[in-house]
């Protein structure tokens, strides 16, 4: 089985982004709790160098991940940015110093956490922001995405995307403006298993078919997490197959379920990031595929 090594965002735009698909998620990169400086900051700042060194072309972070702490970092390590870098945020939410997470995600909220993407990350436009639905919000949905769409045409905002979507709003965002790209929850051991506050499927596998039928790219996030912590013997037996890590198959089972998946996972540490890298070399069977599920 093929797998390609690119994937556009925006096709039908007068801007397209091509990137290569095997992204970075910089959320990792954080201190304890996703918040604060991370441990060891030199590894932090040589991952980040690494990711272009690598190839990869797609980081994915927010302003309330540490908080600003990764926008600071990748500004850090990698300003001034190669031109075919394409930093993708995140708003909609905020921290507190308790840890806690709270919404942010009033036209206000929205504006203010575009500006300060904007300042750490020394940049004066934003290629691709995703809006992150925060459970039980007080805006409604179309509030919020009309004001990302507002935000676009001021020329603040390249492309819109959404993140931690239903099916259903990923529908109604699709009437209101051009959507670049879904950010959602996904990975093999978590695929419609998520729920929203009123029992709805904020999953990967949910969206999935909306996204190849509109030709969206799907950001998996958390994409190792619960494919880690449940172990499954299939992948195990994948992973001895191919003298890989069981985290490497997870990695290259989303690259061959779907050409319009845009892996992001993340790493504090640079073994585990040289790891994941190499994930893109491998080439599972048809065989594999339909023994993985």
């Known amino acids: 089985m093929n797998i390609s090594k690119t994937i556009v965002i925006a096709g039908k735009s007068k801007s397209p982004l091509t990137v290569n698909r095997l992204g970075y998620g910089t959320m990792r990169l954080t201190g304890e709790g996703i918040y604060g400086e991370p441990p060891n900051r030199s590894e932090a700042l040589e991952i980040l160098k690494q990711t272009t060194k690598s190839g990869i072309n797609f980081l994915d972070t927010a302003d309330y991940y540490g908080e600003d702490v990764t926008n600071r970092l990748i500004a850090e390590a990698l300003f001034p940015y190669s031109s075919d870098l394409v930093i993708c945020s995140k708003v909609g939410a905020s921290r507190k110093p308790d840890k806690s997470w709270i919404q942010f995600n009033t036209p206000e909220n929205l504006r203010t956490s575009i500006d300060n993407n904007l300042r750490t990350l020394r940049l004066e436009q934003m290629s691709l922001v995703h809006f992150r639905v925060m459970p039980h919000s007080k805006v ?154």
């Open 140 to 293: 409604p949905f179309k509030e919020s995405m009309d004001a990302m769409f507002q935000l676009q045409k001021e020329g603040k905002i390249v492309h819109v995307g959404v993140s931690n979507v239903s099916p259903e709003e990923l529908q109604i965002a699709m009437t209101m403006g051009n959507v670049a790209t879904v950010e959602n929850m996904y990975g093999h051991g978590q695929r419609t298993t998520l729920k929203g506050p009123h029992g709805e499927s904020r999953g990967g596998e949910e969206v999935l078919d909306i996204c190849e039928q509109n030709q969206i790219p799907l950001v998996p996030y958390f994409s190792l997490l619960n494919s880690l912590s449940k172990k499954d013997d299939r992948i195990f037996q994948i992973a001895q197959k191919y003298e890989a890590t069981e985290a490497q198959i997870n990695i290259a089972w989303l690259l061959h379920r779907s050409p319009w998946i845009l892996p992001i996972p993340g790493t504090s540490s640079l073994n585990h990031f040289s790891e994941n890298t190499a994930s893109s070399t491998i080439k599972l069977s048809n065989e594999d595929i339909e023994f993985l599920g």
